[in-house]
């Protein structure tokens, strides 16, 4: 269970599976909701019955229902006891406790339904609904036929079974406490057990490397530096990581507060007022400063726009504004863009590669039509041609990987747009299928475009509860970064943040401290073990290990070979093929629980291969390059 009282997964045999449960209410007509990790007035305790979550959920403004949630472990099996309590006027859909399921290993397994027997699509599935009805018992099993998951729910309650890869990559049991208005003070019950069985599949893993065949080249991984740059974090990140690539904010609203009327477009003087000693504008000019002298590529992004500049159009989420730019501000757009760029490379010496509004397609906070994207793109690349500056646009930056890649279509089919084309680039939150991947990497390398993930990570929500601070964060993060690079074949991935925001250090442990923790050690294996213009090569190989294999291009004296093995399940033995004995030694680095960046021992190939133990949830290097363990921490948390 994770602290927000989301199971995250169910033992069987000699492992696990990874079954996740949550509890959301829903505002009629489906259009919000609200989940534990956005639940307000959180509690938690733990008694003889188990522990209890408490929590309120509010979708919307007067709309709202207290949750308890009780669970306890009753030999293998978990049982949940939830209660829901209307406490608002405003009329709720429903509240219910759902049950998900990865895709990646319940595809083409089956949902079993009484005596019904329902395959689960490989692909996502059209209608996405895959049951509905009463029922007190569902069974899923997965792909490979040997672990069942059952469900059951005194009172046959309503369950709605749906494919939810059209946001995420899981099936997902939408089991109902309540349908229809809760009105105040009254209580709907839910009895839920889950139990898992059969055993996990532990044979031993066969992966080959084959060094003739090169995939696509890897540019730089990274991170973003745009928000909380003042933390200590963005120090030591820079200091203890191989940052190839970044990503920095451009403060507007603090750069052009108020409309100027006497500026032209190259006179920055008005503007640079705001740039002081130990300001936010001046840490960003000098991140900006450090990445160009330091050669490393990074793009400039803009999220919040000054209200004077732009038109809001209704609340994203809690207090956040979505704008968008009116025909007659868009000379004040460029002016305002244009100079702060001009005094960066001025004052500063820096350039950023690639420029765009942080993901439009959705507006955050920028919104724009994949139309007012492709024109945008013409006005602001035909701005910075203008002034003399290199910055290109990056394409979409699209907020999610699944399907979005259409949003660029406009853009891509006009040759003046394009003369403006320097990246194109999507968030990876949520994650995709290898398919849903492939569309952008086909459609950039098409363009002969770098590809950029400009934010990796696999919860836009992890922020809420420190849940990015857990080690299942990282190991899914992880697995996420492995995922990215076999199916999306980038050439740069910016991590979201290297800074104090998202930390990837720790303050748990001594809280006016900070501490090393595993995420920063699987960041520092992608980093510094995989240095910029690497060579991805093929690798081929079933079952949980994946497998990512560089040749390093040798920038700097760096030239060697790394493989990457992520292991996100229990301890698994593996065999390698195809790496040639020439290769010579290679060192074994590794990263699990408590294990932190730490060189293990040496293997050396043979023509039978090697064969190595991966421990549990871990992140194991074979490299001929050579890389200090991380410095010791000795700052303080802030």
Known sequence: MDDTGRLQR??????????????????????????????????SETDAAGTTWSATLSPEAGTAAR????????????????????????????????????ASRFATGQLIVGQQKITLPAKLAEPIYLFNGNAPALVFRDAAGTVEVHITAPGQPKITVQDGRKWDQEFT???????????????????VTLHAAGEVDQSPVALTVDPSTVRYRLLGIGGNYCFNIES??????????????????????????????????????????????????RREFLLMQRFSRAGI???????????????????????????????????????CLGTYLLYAKEKYGAEPDWFCFNEPNIGVDVLLTPEEHRDAMKRVGAHFAALG??????????????????????????????????????????????EQYNAWAEMAEKLKLPLMVAEAGVDPFAWQGGRYRTFA????????????????????????????????LASEQAPSRLTLTER???????????????????????????????????????????????????????????????????????????????????????????????????????????????????????
């Open 67 to 102: 949750v308890r949630q009780t669970v306890r472990g009753d030999g293998n099996a978990m049982k949940f006891a939830i209660t829901a309590t209307g406490d608002g006027d405003g009329e709720l859909q429903c509240v219910v406790f759902t049950v998900s399921f990865p």
């Open 10 to 43: 169910l033992a069987v045999g000699k492992g696990w599976v990874g079954v996740r449960t949550d509890v959301l209410a829903y505002a009629r007509g489906w259009a919000k909701s609200a989940a534990l990790s956005k639940a307000r007035d959180r509690k």
């Open 232 to 281: 200590p974090v963005t120090a030591y990140t820079l200091e203890n990581l191989d940052v190839a690539a970044a990503r920095t904010e451009i403060s507007m609203r603090l750069w052009a507060p108020r409309r100027i009327e006497s500026a032209n477009d190259r006179d920055w003087k008005p503007f640079a007022a705001a740039d002081t000693p130990d300001s936010r504008l």
């Open 389 to 434: 500056l290199k910055t290109k646009w990056m394409i979409a930056d699209a907020a999610g990987p699944r399907g979005t890649h259409v949003y660029a279509r406009p853009a891509i089919e006009d040759p003046e747009a394009m003369r403006y084309a320097g990246a194109v680039s999507f968030h990876s939150w949520n994650g995709a299928s290898p």
């Open 297 to 335: 590529p990074y793009a400039s992004s803009i999220w919040r726009m000054p209200l004077w500049m732009a038109t809001p159009v209704g609340q994203r989420q809690g207090n956040q504004v979505r704008v968008r730019i009116a025909e007659e501000n868009w000379p004040d757009v460029l002016r």
């Open 520 to 638: 920063f050690c699987f960041q520092k294996h992608w980093c510094d073990l995989t240095p910029r213009g690497s060579e991805a090569l093929a690798t081929t190989g079933s079952g949980p290990v994946l497998a990512t294999a560089f040749r390093c291009g040798g920038a700097g004296g760096r030239a060697g070979l790394t493989i990457h093995l992520a292991n996100p399940e229990w301890e698994r033995q593996v065999t390698i093929a195809g790496i040639p004995p020439a290769v010579g030694p290679l060192r074994i680095i590794r990263t699990a629980k408590g294990e932190l960046f730490r060189e293990v021992g040496v293997v050396t190939p043979t023509e039978a291969g090697i064969r190595l133990t991966l421990p549990a949830e871990s992140l194991t290097s074979l490299t001929t390059l050579k890389v200090a363990p991380p410095k010791p921490i000795d700052m303080p948390a802030r």
């Open 173 to 191: 049991a939408m089991i109902f406490v309540h349908s229809g208005h809760l009105p105040r003070g009254t209580e709907a019950r839910l009895e």
């Open 473 to 504: 964060y990282a190991v899914r993060e992880m697995t996420h970064y492995a995922e990215l690079l076999l199916h999306a074949r980038p050439q740069y991935i910016l991590l979201w943040e290297y800074t104090g925001d998202y930390s990837l």
